[in-house]
């Protein structure tokens, strides 16, 4: 047996420490830490979230942007009404309700309103108005004073538009998939209680945020909402012609059934009655 001295031992066990760490180098990339998946989360979550607060409008132009404010009608009233009803965008919705108003017509400005908010439930100058034409009417004893809870949970309801609730879906669907990625990832000898608790957390979010779109959309498209146009009008019962009480222009009314001329809504204190369908206009 050939002899080796201690030096080449030593060269030889050298050489095959320096091969075992190229080795090492050359194998696949740790397990994300805890420390770079919260990072990635944070920077999901800049660069997501001004997304939220745009609003895409289905008519942009110079004449009719996107910000709420008002801006001249055409030359007819006639030809405004067309345009706003072809193009369904809320901001030309809103100026014919002020157009509207400043005639003196209520009704047909909240009608216009209404419109304006069936599109867009964030246009907040459209909803100001509405409200300070509810306040001033002379019906506006028979809309009933919201507990502070329910006032808020509206607000927020309110200004999760469509629009906002999609982007935020997809914005919580893409955090659910990378918390996903980081349970299956995670390391199997550590705590999983964490990325379990994320992900559950944004999926509960994306669930909610869908859940909500549907019924958005859901109300978007069968709104039952009908205000009253005409100057006064008398609310009959709905069993007989026995009359009930006088209601005035702007009035804002739910339509339950349609019962030949006869519309039977519920006001928003939850009385029951029937209006002259001449008298009243759906929102939709």
């Not at 201690?6 to 030889?12: D, E, I, K, P």
């Not at 998946?37 to 289905?58: H, K």
């Not at 030359?75 to 369904?88: C, V």
């Not at 908010?117 to 001033?136: K, M, Q």
Request: proline share 4%; net charge positive; with cysteine.
């Amino acid at each position: 047996m050939k002899k080796c001295s201690w030096r080449t031992l030593f060269l030889h066990n050298k050489k095959n420490s320096s091969n075992l760490q190229s080795y090492s180098k050359l194998r696949l990339p740790k397990m994300w830490s805890y420390s770079e998946l919260s990072i990635l989360l944070v920077l999901v979550i800049i660069l997501f979230c001004p997304t939220l607060f745009a609003q895409a409008d289905s008519l942009q132009t110079t004449n009719f942007s996107g910000s709420g404010e008002l801006t001249p009608l055409p030359d007819t009233l006639d030809k405004a009404i067309r345009l706003a009803e072809q193009k369904k965008n809320p901001d030309l919705f809103y100026n014919l309700g002020v157009e509207f108003f400043s005639r003196g017509e209520i009704g047909m400005a909240n009608l216009y309103f209404l419109k304006a908010l069936n599109i867009n439930s964030a246009h907040s100058p459209a909803r100001t108005n509405l409200e300070l034409s509810i306040h001033y009417s002379p019906d506006a004893d028979l809309y009933p004073e919201q507990l502070f809870l329910v006032q808020v949970l509206f607000k927020v309801l309110n200004y999760l538009s469509v629009n906002r609730l999609a982007i935020l879906g997809l914005v919580f669907l893409f955090l659910s998939a990378v918390s996903l990625c980081w349970l299956l990832f995670y390391n199997p000898e550590k705590e999983r209680a964490l990325p379990i608790l994320t992900l559950t957390f944004c999926l509960l979010l994306c669930v909610s945020a869908f859940v909500t779109l549907g019924i958005k959309l859901h109300h978007q498209q069968h709104n039952r909402s009908a205000v009253v146009i005409v100057r006064q009008t008398e609310l009959l019962s709905p069993a007989n012609n026995n009359v009930i009480q006088t209601v005035h222009s702007g009035l804002i009314v739910k339509i339950v059934q349609d019962n030949g001329n006869y519309y039977v809504v519920r006001l928003p204190n939850n009385q029951m009655g029937r209006l002259n369908k001449e008298a009243v206009r759906k929102v939709i």
